[in-house]
């Protein structure tokens, strides 16, 4: 069974960059961010490389499951007991042994130019069928079966269908609809990392967390971001096991992954939340982008490994097969975290961060001030530091900006809450972050700040 890695545009650190700009207002790095734009908040609004922004998506086919998979029923399949003790999905150390790619590449198409919101020769469909069914519908409606997976979060058939005719994404969409053997049917649409460029990390003050007695030990959390830089002094012994979902795409940055790692889990001199949490790292991202094939493969790997957390710090439009996979790691007990974007007061919702159950973060600089880039709306869930922070970047350190690392910095924070109470149910872990943080802005949940500032040690004496 196949799928595509189809990465896209680049977006990275700057080097001591001023503290307002971000990538959507650098030049050099605008092909990589989703930019502000009008619109009232609509959640079916999306986010993405804008017209003019040319993104180079190799379109490369690869193995993920060389053994086919049994057939699924809809919904979260039962959880796997960890492969090694302690229970309730914390892991024990690190194993060694290299990263886990998909085998036998090939490549179907040259390099193509894209520009939008979504690849535009290509839907994604999840089939009530077999493959001989697959193979009837492409035949039926003039597709490529590009791509073709089990997907265990969907709980059926992934297939990323070609379309070779140049007709449009919408009317193959519609076209479909009437086919009783495809379930849900989506663009394949483009998502970016939400990083910007931005002095000491304040955040253990902020957010009410002693950096003396902050544990995420043998916490098992999963992280879908860009490579990362694992000779980092600051990741020494914090990698649990790495997969790469676009293997044959190379590997240009690894800053924001790393940052975002070492924000959550870092040792030495620059620590994280949550010393001692186990990162389990998905690669799904190249130059700041990528498409929801290759991030849906990351999310059914990071579901397999038995994860407690799922962070997530990048922004894109609503996808059905996006919601859904989240839903079901949310009912398979996973806590989830996303960037609310950085794309400006006026920008559309930013998921998966917008979808219920998903914990969106917003974020503040050293004075609890909103970042002014920041999205806004009625999903926005929390607040945590996020402007002008040091964090490990490719083989040192930089100063960065940005939702992304807001998200990694509550991520890191509910590790040590998991740590302290292994037993704590998502749904425990979210009531007690709403009720205990600091309230900023007006009076109650607002769209700018969400509940307020996250206080993890009120969080952790909260009671369910």
């Not at 307002?20 to 079916?44: F, L, M, W």
């Not at 479909?176 to 460029?197: C, F, K, M, V, W």
């Not at 186990?278 to 990071?302: N, P, Q």
Request: aromatic residues 4%; hydrophobic residues 45%.
């Amino acid at each position: 069974m196949t799928i595509a890695a189809v990465p896209a545009s680049a977006q990275t650190n700057g080097t001591n960059p001023d503290g307002t700009k971000i990538d959507c207002r650098n030049g050099a790095n605008a092909a990589g961010a989703d930019c502000a734009k009008d619109g009232n908040g609509a959640k079916n609004n999306a986010g993405g490389a804008g017209p003019g922004q040319a993104v180079f998506l190799p379109a490369l086919i690869v193995d993920l499951f060389p053994n086919p998979a049994p057939a699924l029923a809809p919904g979260p399949a039962p959880r796997p007991e960890p492969a090694m003790p302690p229970a309730n999905n914390q892991a024990g150390p690190p194993p060694s042994g290299p990263i886990v790619s998909p085998t036998d590449l090939i490549a179907v198409q040259p390099p193509r130019a894209v520009a939008g919101e979504f690849v535009p020769d290509e839907v994604l469909v999840t089939v009530d069928g077999d493959g001989a069914a697959v193979q009837q519908i492409a035949a039926s409606f003039g597709l490529e079966v590009r791509s073709q997976r089990q997907s265990r979060l969907l709980g059926a058939t992934l297939v990323r269908f070609g379309i070779p005719d140049g007709r449009p994404v919408g009317v193959v969409l519609a076209q479909l609809a009437a086919d009783g053997r495809t379930q849900r049917r989506e663009p394949n649409h483009i998502y970016s990392l939400q990083q910007a460029a931005g002095i000491v990390n304040y955040a253990f003050d902020r957010i009410a967390l002693d950096s003396k007695q902050a544990s995420g030990e043998n916490v098992r959390v999963a992280v879908i971001d860009t490579g990362i830089d694992d000779t980092n002094p600051a990741l020494a012994g914090v990698i649990a096991a790495q997969f790469d979902a676009m293997p044959d795409v190379p590997i240009a940055k690894r800053d924001h992954g790393t940052s975002v790692d070492g924000l959550i889990a870092g040792v030495g001199a620059l620590e994280g939340m949550a010393p001692g949490a186990r990162i389990y790292h998905a690669r799904a991202f190249e130059g700041g982008k990528s498409t929801m094939d290759v991030i849906l493969a990351a999310l059914d790997w990071a579901a397999e490994q038995n994860v407690s957390i799922i962070n997530m710090s990048f922004v894109g439009p609503k996808n059905d097969l996006l919601g859904t996979a989240c839903g079901n790691a949310r009912a398979l007990g996973m806590v989830l975290v996303a960037a609310a974007g950085n794309n400006g007061p006026k920008a559309p919702y930013g998921y998966p961060a917008a979808f219920d159950g998903v914990i969106a973060v917003t974020a503040t600089d050293a004075r609890d001030a909103l970042m002014p880039q920041a999205n806004r709306g009625a999903y926005v869930f929390i607040s945590a530091p996020g402007v002008e922070m040091v964090a490990p970047s490719g083989a040192g350190s930089d100063v960065v900006t940005g939702t992304s690392f807001a998200a990694a910095i509550v991520t890191g924070a509910i590790a040590n809450l998991i740590h302290a109470a292994p037993d704590r149910s998502a749904d425990d872990i979210e009531k007690a972050l709403a009720a205990t943080a600091k309230d900023l802005g007006p009076k109650g949940r607002d769209n700018d700040f969400g509940y307020g500032l996250l206080d993890i040690k009120a969080a952790e004496a909260a009671k369910e």
